[in-house]
């Protein structure tokens, strides 16, 4: 009997876990499906997979993930349950000719054991022979409060989009680009090419992209960007909306 006992105990201390120091390491980008150039990108190419040194998640993907220019026919975006080593974003429409096109996934990517987020990860990628470079960044104010949270306390959800300067404007629509800003008011529009542009700045209440006429704060700049070098300093001060009209 004593034996036994003192074999069972020596072999429960043999088994006891000694832990470990825990991972703070966020994921490591290895690569993509597309060429490591990323430019001449076909067009007729559907899907976009970024590979990853360990198990990943998404987290809030739906709210995280901005594309400049839209690709409105996203059809699968994984992982959705599941961690995996990678990202796969599927799409339906044709990409546009010699166009940069940037994916910003916020914080949104994650290890799946500790959660260490992979910080304002952006890819971008063109089907022209370049990479447009250029970038917009400013900060941006609520005049009647702040950008951080609204007065239920809620964080608030601020966006800053360029529209193509056309002969008809319609604000009701998906800027061309769009990028969020961060809680201290600052925000950075990127790989974006040459042109002239109207910048706007909203609260994004409903996180659609768009702005919501009336229901959500605004702030249109008169001016427009001739955009042919970077751009930095803007501000821009939203208020309470009024109904707009095409422009």
Known sequence: FFLFSFFAFSCALVCLPVGGSKDTIAPKFLGSNIDSTRINVPRDIHQLRLDFDEYVKLKDITKNLIISPPINQISKIFPSNLSTKYVLIQWKDTLQAKTTYSFNFGNSIQDNNEGNTLPYFNYAF?????????????????????????????????????????????????????????????????????????????????????????????AFQKEEIDLEQNVSGLKLNIFPSKPVQKY
């Not at 404007?169 to 090419?193: A, C, H, W």
């Open 126 to 218: 063109s089907t022209g022979d370049k990479i447009d470079d250029l970038y917009i960044s400013g900060d941006v104010k609520d005049a009647f409060g702040d950008t951080k949270s609204s007065s239920d306390g809620k964080e608030k959800n601020i966006v800053v989009g360029l529209f193509q300067v056309k002969d008809s404007m319609n604000y009701r629509q998906k800027p061309y680009y769009i990028t969020k800003v961060d809680p201290d008011g600052y925000f950075e529009l990127n790989y974006l090419s040459p042109g002239k542009y109207k910048i706007v700045a909203f609260e994004d209440e409903n996180g659609n992209s768009v702005f919501d006429n009336g229901t959500e704060k605004v």
